[in-house]
T-cell receptor
């Protein structure tokens, strides 16, 4: 257990419904990342936050996707009007970046598995 | 062409064998190179990382990076059945990790 938690662990929804996932990072970590992983592939970057600021978004993040980190602690990822192609594992990671560090180690949560029927 | 290429396997070896896992990448700006292990239906777990070219050893695991050929390797010595998992190489580009496809490894007792 890395200390990053995600809720729910599994979500089954019907096409066209909206879904929201939550990630709670390791408490002192200032960076939070979202990735998506489909079966047999490695995770793909979606977006990341430093504190409450969303600093980068992938082209994979269509306008149906929105992520927030309102107080620089937990984050939510919402998918509107879900499509079957959204079925995947949604992974959250957190890290501590600061000072003279040139990189930061990302610790992953267990993921939320989304199935869109 | 993907930024990071990794043979998906599957790779099956007997217990005690030396395992070699490899990736190639195209972006010469990558400076940090991570290896993650992922068990079925779990999140990736960081094994180790290296900075720039060179070797790094941690117990039975050795990571190697050759930036001149853009080649990343992970060696596992004295492999154990508990090492059975998917191994993901992940160079770090700017802030984000760029993952390979993952190699599914099975160690047979």
């Amino acid at each position: 257990d890395t200390g990053v938690s995600q809720d729910p662990r599994h979500k089954i929804t019907k096409r066209g419904q909206n879904v929201t996932f939550r990630c709670d990072p390791i408490s002192e970590h200032n960076r939070l990342y979202w990735y998506r992983q489909t079966l047999g592939q490695g995770p793909e970057f979606l977006t990341y936050f430093q504190n409450e600021a969303q600093l980068e978004k992938s082209r994979l993040l269509s306008d149906r996707f929105s992520a927030e980190r309102p107080k620089g602690s937990f984050s939510t990822l919402e998918i509107q009007r879900t499509e079957q192609g959204d079925s995947a594992m949604y992974l959250c990671a957190s890290s501590l970046r600061g000072g003279r560090q040139l990189t930061d180690t990302q610790y992953f949560g267990p993921g939320t598995r989304l199935t869109v029927l | 062409q993907k930024e990071v290429e990794q043979d998906p396997g599957p790779l099956s070896v007997p217990e005690g064998a030396i395992v070699s896992l490899n990736c190639t990448y195209s972006n010469s700006a990558f400076q940090y190179f991570m290896w993650y292990r992922q068990y079925s239906r779990k999140g990736p777990e960081l094994l180790m990382y290296t900075y720039s070219s060179g070797n790094k050893e941690d117990g039975r695991f050795t990571a190697q990076v050759d930036k001149s050929s853009k080649y990343i390797s992970l060696f596992i010595r004295d492999s154990q059945p508990s090492d059975s998992a998917t191994y993901l190489c992940a160079p770090q580009g700017a802030q984000k990790l760029v993952f390979g496809q993952g190699t599914r490894l099975t160690i047979n007792p």
